[in-house]
């Protein structure tokens, strides 16, 4: 971009050293790409030799302004602007996903009590299968009591006590879900058991497996304090 140079009052002072000098404001307008502007008034002042610097007809000469139109990279654009046009960052949440810090309000189970940093890391995993699977985010409370419940937020804990392991198909992950139902459940590409104890897709055929066997009353009973195993 050309550079212009602006003369501020004071150069006009200065202009006695030199004899019969003239002086143009704002030069060149016309040959920038603002040429559709109105050009500035362009003042030539003669003020013969030093020793006829009369200063009372500089006082008295109107100096012509430039629009600032004319010089609009000084226009910032406004913070509201700058924002609106940044894209927020996305989180992206998959198979892959391990803890993180829930950023959002404190985290309380069905009895009002804080839930612990253990069971809170996959809150950001379960609110992404939630939003997935189109169940609301108000039943995230009960769903992390349950995980509590079940594996204390262990991703993986196995239950080798029960009548699931003793039928050889022990509990296992976050939400305690068996092989067969995990399979039947799975997210599509993830039937693989190697995927059971997986945090995402542990998360995912699990509240499957619960909206499709049970329904929202379910996650409704969660958010009462009914967390039982299901």
């Known amino acids: 971009?050309?550079?212009?140079?602006?003369?501020?009052?004071?150069?006009?002072?200065?202009?006695?050293?030199?004899?019969?000098?003239?002086?143009?404001?704002?030069?060149?307008?016309?040959?920038?790409?603002?040429?559709?502007?109105?050009?500035?008034?362009?003042t030539s002042l003669n003020v013969g030799t030093a020793d006829e610097f009369d200063l009372a007809a500089v006082r008295s000469t109107p100096i012509p302004l430039i629009s600032a139109?004319?010089?609009?990279?000084?226009?910032?654009?406004?913070?509201?602007?700058?924002a609106a046009e940044t894209p927020a960052p996305t989180v992206v949440i998959d198979e892959n996903s391990g803890p993180s810090r829930w950023k959002g309000k404190t985290l309380r189970g069905p009895d009002g009590s804080k839930l612990p940093p253990e069971v809170t890391r996959w809150a950001n995993i379960v609110v992404a299968v939630m939003d997935e699977q189109k169940i609301p985010r108000k039943y995230l409370p009960g769903i992390l009591a349950q995980i509590k419940q079940e594996s204390t937020g262990n991703p993986k804990a196995v239950n080798n006590y029960d009548s699931n392991a003793a039928a050889g198909t022990p509990s296992k992950g976050l939400l305690q879900v068996i092989a067969p139902t995990y399979q039947t459940n799975a997210k599509p590409g993830f039937k693989n058991l190697r995927y059971q104890t997986v945090p995402y897709t542990n998360i995912w055929a699990s509240l499957r497996y619960v909206k499709k066997a049970y329904g929202m009353d379910k996650f409704q009973s969660w958010n009462q304090g009914a967390n039982h195993s299901y």
């Open 1 to 42: 971009m050309r550079n212009h140079a602006t003369l501020p009052v004071a150069a006009l002072i200065a202009v006695g050293v030199g004899a019969g000098a003239a002086i143009s404001t704002a030069p060149g307008l016309a040959e920038t790409s603002y040429a559709a502007e109105p050009t500035a008034t362009q």
């Open 69 to 82: 139109s004319l010089v609009p990279s000084l226009a910032l654009p406004s913070a509201t602007a700058t």
